[in-house]
C-alpha cells in the first residue's frame, strides 16, 4: 500500500510525480472544459501538487548560501498556497480575492528560480521566468488597479504552465542525494 501513497514515497519520486500532476491539472484549465467535478478534481489535485513542489523545492537549493528563514519560508507559502488552492476548490465560481496568493507566489518562483542556478537547467529557468513576468504584472494589474489584461494573463499562463513543473521535474530527475 505504501508504494501507492505519493506522500510516503521518498523526496525524488514525489518531485517528478508532482511536477507532472502539477502540468496536468494547470493544462486541463486551458480549454476550459467546464465539467464541474472535473474541474474540481483537477484543481484539488493542482492545489496539492503545487503545495508538495513547493515544499519539496527546498531540498534541490539547500546548499544554496541561503538565509536560515528560507527553509520556514519555503514551507509558509507551499500551505499559503495549498490553503488558496483549496478555497478555489470549494468555491462555486472563481474567486477574484484569491490571485493575490498567486501574486506572492509568482514573486517567490522568480527569486527561487533565479537562486537555483545549477540546479534546473538555464532553458527551463528562463522558460519559467518568461511565464511568471508576464503573469506577474497582469495579476499585479488586477489587484492593486482593478483591471485585467487577459492576453498578457494567457501568454505567461501557457509559459508557465510548461515552464514551472517542467524545470522542477527536470531538477528532480537529476538530483543526487
Known amino acids: 500500500m505504501k508504494k501507492f501513497n505519493l506522500f510516503l514515497q521518498d523526496d525524488k519520486t514525489q518531485g517528478k510525480v508532482s511536477s507532472v500532476l502539477l502540468f ?12 464541474a467535478i472535473l474541474d474540481k478534481v483537477m484543481a484539488f489535485i493542482g492545489a496539492v501538487a503545487l503545495a508538495n513542489v513547493i515544499l519539496l523545492s ?10 536560515s528563514n528560507w527553509q520556514n519560508g519555503i514551507a509558509m507559502i507551499a500551505a499559503t498556497m495549498l490553503i488558496s488552492g483549496l478555497l478555489e476548490v470549494g468555491a462555486p465560481v472563481e474567486d477574484p480575492a484569491l490571485r493575490v496568493f498567486f501574486f506572492f507566489f509568482l514573486i517567490t518562483v522568480i527569486t527561487y528560480t533565479a537562486i537555483a542556478d545549477g540546479v534546473i537547467p538555464d532553458v527551463w529557468r528562463y522558460v519559467t ?49
Open 129 to 177: 521566468i518568461a511565464g511568471a513576468v508576464p503573469l506577474l504584472i497582469a495579476l499585479g494589474e488586477d489587484v492593486f488597479v482593478g483591471t485585467d489584461n487577459l492576453a498578457i494573463l494567457w501568454v505567461g499562463y501557457l509559459i508557465f504552465t510548461v515552464g514551472f513543473p517542467a524545470g522542477n521535474y527536470v531538477a528532480w530527475n537529476n538530483y543526487k542525494e
Open 24 to 35: 496536468i491539472a494547470w493544462a486541463y484549465e486551458i480549454p476550459d472544459f467546464e465539467f
Open 58 to 67: 527546498y531540498k534541490l537549493i539547500e546548499h544554496k548560501d541561503l538565509p
